[in-house]
């Protein structure tokens, strides 16, 4: 069996001198505490601080990094535990966990292998890496530390070393869990929630109409028509921001923002409801509310995050048979100077207003977003997100942005995921990645190692804290 | 005269650490056998068996790599020896060759100067570097060995220790090279065809009529009408796989594939035999066979090779003086996610279907043929292609590649080429290109050497063993 | 307070083999004269010789890759010297210094940040960082300098060692002060004219009628039809060469050209006189300009230099406030193998055209410049621009374009810059960067020390001179 046991130096330069340098950074920002201002860990998991299930469960199934490429390799999404036309899947969690063993090798090289890695070693110290051979035997392991009170989410989140942990939440969701972790003297933590409007987006989505009904019931606002929608996601702002919520998201095909006249979105809002919509209605619509929204952020100084650019779902029998998020969400080609150039005219320079921008599309780091980061006040760089959220792209991206917006115009690290378990392998993969990046700099002369190490600090914690507004 | 020597260390990494890594990857697949799943090998030069013609012929003419960079330079193309406007190119052999000696410096930095260094000195045993001075003599030397029984093509094929060399022919060839050769006992080498369809998928194409009869001829089925090309192409596919053919290869400016009601694509077929094809007709008439062709993959498991984007003869007074293939086809912008979403809904999890995707644009890796490897069964990531055959660009592929899709859904090297002498120094490349990189990843920390060692054997013969069926 | 002593080894490789290749590359061309062919320095500065203004004036305030990052940090355009709604900054000059010098941890990272220490270090003595604190005596001991003879433009243009300086000048302009400084005997620099009819391009922008007037008023023949815009063109290029002209600038949204017929190209200069443009027209006016310099080119041989793609003025009310080229022009995405066929076609293979072509995107260098450059003998691989002017791009822009295009067919640097003082700071990291770039292929043996130190003095001076026809 092979060890594992991950490398003290991972992930930094190869060259002594650099290696030298980057050990030095990295040591400074190693132990800090862990921002995360964008992910998908469900608060109700620090409320109820319930033991995690099983370690298909916890660390597989829900995970469309893991299944999505052992999916490439023939392994169909059942015998990965997701649920097929609403039967639960076949498998067992032995199985499932089984399958995970038996394909890693099909991760080396990959981000995944690298955070497993880390998060099986560190978190529970596993020291032997995953096989057929002993995949029961690592089952058992975890299985068995689960079960202890160390590994309680809530001790979790304390050895973590997490200060700020954003949720991602429909503007209807009460925010209890949030409410009641907030008001919980045994919880010392911070837990936001994020405030993500798209299901109102696109009034030809089949879950447009309910959505808007549940928004009506927890704003007590008719959502009936165009003017009552926006007072409801107005008020629903107002109520994740009392909430402790300092940012929104948004997942949109492209980022287009174009104002509507009220009285054409009216007509187009009763058209949807009443099943009329004409050609060109909903994207017209949906171009409106991305402008909507930033309009209220330029108000409400909610911190705008954006998200464009992903073909969701793109095989149409697996979306059929195992639902959305999947695995085959997929990277459509990303663009931002034209598309925004609306609402950065009409809000760029309000200091109110913030706006950070993700891609898929690494082409646009130094075409668009770095230029649009240096000269906007508003606009932030965000970190490589999804596809791109890895050691290699993050060089790519510090090299391609740092020429236009400098490091200060950057977000930090996003973590982006609901595999809690991996956010310190993660968060450290970054503040690896950033120590290497730096010490290039530092050892090719362009930059002072002192001031390397405050730009190491600040993107780790200070940045995110401000940027964030947290 | 500078000295010519390939460094045995060639294109590994400059830190100590990484070389001493590479170096031993390197060695690992340095002597493996050389698995060529496509390229532009004519099956009758190993059928026949006759000594190759001189030095220009063979290395310079016929290789637009070569071209058009000396073309760029100034050199009219008449005097690389090819033929303007039917007549043969007046200028005699060692003039070509006298012509590419005093460009050698033109080539400085290039995979051109690479390959030739490479193959003059391993292939021919030349150890100076070629130059207006020495034309004549390096000419003759390579006439001489030309002339000698060790340098016929069957003792190279054996010298190259090529183990599978596939070759691409038209769908009405009949294979009798191929036929021919498999029957030889005095050759043991595998020699298979691949199935290019090219000449059947653009209605309006000049060609495409004489291309059908042809067709006709071959497959004794009438091509007059859409359900018998379709039944021809289906004919020759059988003939093909009977001749070993495990692979076919389209190259369309798009990668788009829709089907069309069978009604609609008969209606088209004969308007473009009648010669009143409508404005639209013949994209949607390629579109269409595009699908059908993945189709037919899906069906008779024959390996779906797709070589989209390149835009041909862009020059068209050098098209009419000489020809197409002659320097000027340039790379298109790709895209592969939204073109192909309909042939992968319909195709893309079925176990007999095969697609490897081929660029010319670097773009694609990250954003799309990365992520669609790593999550359809059936798509696998075509190495870099022509303009990007590159050392460099081997690297940047890799590493956008492998964050997605690992390095198990990748094809392994494919040398495309129609310089037969070349292949060994391509493939050499390639494998020096996987060392480093790998050796990047372990002195990183990434990989351990052992699991590196065995990835390089895969990408080297186990996996081009595996994804093109041989 | 800290250092600046900028590095002897600065942007050369980390590892110590490929360093001490890169270092003595860099020996070599270290102190060759600065060959400038294209740039924005006024020729009447050189022309007067008088002293140059304040710090700020000469630093800061017209440098829009300084303001601009500033900008982004939240600091007011009008603070930084730039004239608002016609009404002069209120800000004075030392404190447009002070806001630069807080500001310079912004520029870590970043271009302007090496520019500027090898510029206030190497040009004004400067030996300490600068900072809020110590902003007022940097800027006594600047103004102190500009005060003295060593100061004077001339004197500069000497310590520079500058051999050629390109201006970039209207059609209109008489050249004046080209002219006074070709005869003054005390001055033996080459200042020369760039021809840049920008103006003329476009029919519907509001100062097209204005621009006809001035360059008929040049000329002295009648622009008010295309036909005489022509001849003007004709006459004020053949002008610019008489003053030592050997090039052009175009620099538009798009490279494409396509040529309209005559009496179509006169119907839209009549209805662009009339104020009854067409939609359509004013685009299909411009693309047909950009054919018929092409054409020009081809007949004078003036060398075309191509910058397009730059959405200009993206933010409208700073553009009302404070006018254009105030850091918010932005990159578009790139084309030029689709929109130059038409060009290319016409005259890509006449040894009398030269086109440079330039972007700021940097996708293109692969998958569009390298490959023309690598046919077609009129086609140059321009130096990365603007955005992409900085040291990290220039690596990856030497990796893309050599592998299609070699050495031979790129331009040499072009510092394009409006900032005298920076220019030979601009030229020394072009030169570290090709130093770096090419001891990277040394190292790896992919090219000799000798054949390198070649390459490098020729993409300092020799291609300069030769492309640009100096």
Known sequence: MTALSPHPDRLLPSDPTERAIARRLYAEIAGLPIISPHGHVDAALLRDNR?????????????????RLLHAHGVGLGRLGIAENGAPSPASAREIWAEFCAGWSHFAGTPVRYWFETELHDVFGITRAPSAANAGELYDAIAERLATPE?????????????????????????????????????????LPTFRADRYMDPAESTWIAALGRLAAASDIDTGSYAGLLAALRDRRA??????????????????????????????????????????????????????LAEMASQDGLVMQLHPGVIRSHHAATLARFGPDTGHDLPDSGAFTRPLRRILNDFGVNPTFRLALFTVDETVFSREIGPLAGFYPSVYAGAPWWFIDTPGAIGRYRAAVTDSAGFGKTTGFIDDTRAFCSIPARHDMSRRADAAFLAGLVAGHQLGEDEAARIAVDLTVTQPREVFRL
């Open 151 to 191: 590994y309680l989410p809530r001790a979790l989140f304390e050895r973590f070393n997490i200060e700020v942990l954003a949720t991602t939440d429909d503007p209807a969701d009460d925010l209890a869990a949030h409410r009641d972790l907030a008001a919980d003297p045994g919880f010392s933590g911070r837990v």
């Open 239 to 292: 109520y994740f921001a009392r909430h402790g919520g300092t940012s929104t998201d948004t997942g949109v095909i492209e980022a287009t923002g174009e104002p509507l006249a009220e009285a054409e979105a009216e007509r187009i809002h009763a058209a949807a409801l009443a099943g009329t919509l004409a050609p060109g209605d909903a994207v017209a619509y949906r171009r409106n509310m991305l402008y909507r």
């Open 51 to 67: 033991p995690f299930g099983d370690p298909a469960e916890l660390l597989i199934t829900p995970d469309h990094y893991v299944t």
